[in-house]
């Protein structure tokens, strides 16, 4: 079988990248993660990157769930399994140390889709954003489409506007090792990408609610 190997993205597109929201699963497998504790259907793990924290599964209902050291719930959300990897599936949130509030939004397969909100840690909305999923031969892609809202911490609207998804296409150089002649060979893969850019008519407020300028896309 041959051994392909990702060494270098041979084409950098420049775009506008708009990273995507995401909520830290803090768990590999239950050989990477150690075992603290279980009762019933539930596994207790020390968590990947910060080991003060906690991971919950919950294997009936494949329901996550982070603590940190105060026990306050970080993040929690359901989850499917793919071979033996873990992908957020469903509605997920994550929230503040205090346990105020963070984000929320759904996930399918590890990629945001819909609506997702975000808070500031005084209750109010820092931004509503969407996101647009595709579905094809690379499997799902996903990015920022549609209405978008940033807020100041007072509740007042800061930017309001839209963002359109458009599809393009990537190429990676790979190495692949042929086992005939046992050799490395360079291949070259095309595969398809989302990009978000700011579409159509934005408005922009001051702190004070007044519009401070307006722009076209």
Not at 67 to 72: A, C, H, I, S
Not at 75 to 80: K, L, P
Not at 105 to 116: E, H, L, Q
Request: hydrophobic share 30%; proline share 1%.
């Amino acid at each position: 079988m041959k051994k392909i190997v990702q060494i270098l993205i041979c084409i950098i597109v420049t775009i506008n990248t708009n990273a995507q929201v995401s909520i830290s699963f803090d768990f590999s497998s239950e050989e990477d993660n150690r075992l603290i504790k279980e009762n019933d259907s539930v596994k207790f793990y020390v968590a990947s990157g910060d080991t003060n924290n906690i991971v919950c599964i919950n294997e009936e209902t494949s329901y996550y769930r982070l603590l940190n050291k105060d026990n306050r719930v970080i993040a929690e959300g359901t989850f499917v399994m793919e071979g033996d990897k873990y992908l957020q599936e469903g509605k997920w949130i994550e929230n503040y140390e205090s346990g105020k509030l963070k984000l929320t939004g759904s996930f399918k397969k590890n990629k945001p889709i819909g609506c997702w909100t975000e808070y500031y840690q005084n209750g109010k909305v820092k931004n509503i954003s969407n996101y647009a999923i595709i579905t094809d031969a690379d499997g799902l892609i996903s990015c920022l489409s549609g209405t978008f809202q940033e807020f100041y911490k007072t509740g007042q609207i800061k930017v309001s506007g839209f963002y359109a998804a458009e599809l393009f296409k990537i190429k990676d150089t790979l190495n692949v090792d042929d086992p005939v002649s046992g050799k490395t060979v360079a291949k070259i893969r095309t595969h398809n990408a989302l990009k978000s850019e700011k579409f159509g008519h934005w408005e922009y407020y001051t702190e004070t609610g007044e519009l401070d300028k307006k722009q076209d896309y």
